[in-house]
């Protein structure tokens, strides 16, 4: 058996890829509609997160309120305890050893003018003073 090679030259020079400038502007088109969805979910992703920190931040704030409004009562309690007027007559005759006036222990004064009261200040003071 006998072979034969033969060289035949091929010219390509002349071809022309058909559809690049469109195959292009579609990958374009494609890559800009890929980019849209992934800025879309990533603004989601953001808004769910933000979301979720603002929750759980609120809930501390509810917590912290409720933890104030139970104080309040509490210290609001023990005002009126504190001012109950038994627990300062008690406090006043225990402690302080204060009794009931008797009748001449009472002196009533009357009430002076303004007048009165200017010239009494200005005059108790020494001559050397001013």
């Known amino acids: 058996m006998v072979e034969f090679y033969t060289v035949k030259k091929i010219d390509n020079s002349r071809l022309v890829r058909r559809g690049t400038a469109g195959c292009m502007r579609r990958f374009g088109g494609q890559l800009t509609l890929v980019f849209v969805i992934a800025l879309g979910l990533l603004a989601y992703a953001w808004q769910r997160y933000d979301c979720l920190e603002m ?33 300062i007559d008690l406090l006043a005759r225990n402690q302080l050893g204060m009794t009931v006036p008797q009748p001449g222990q009472i002196v009533q004064t009357e009430p002076q003018s303004a007048g009165e009261m200017a010239d009494a200040r200005t005059s108790s003071y020494p001559a050397n003073f001013r």
């Open 55 to 87: 929750s759980y931040r609120l809930e501390k704030v509810d917590q912290s309120e409720s933890r104030v409004a139970e104080l309040n009562r509490e210290l609001k309690l023990e005002l009126a305890t504190l001012r109950s007027p038994t627990r």
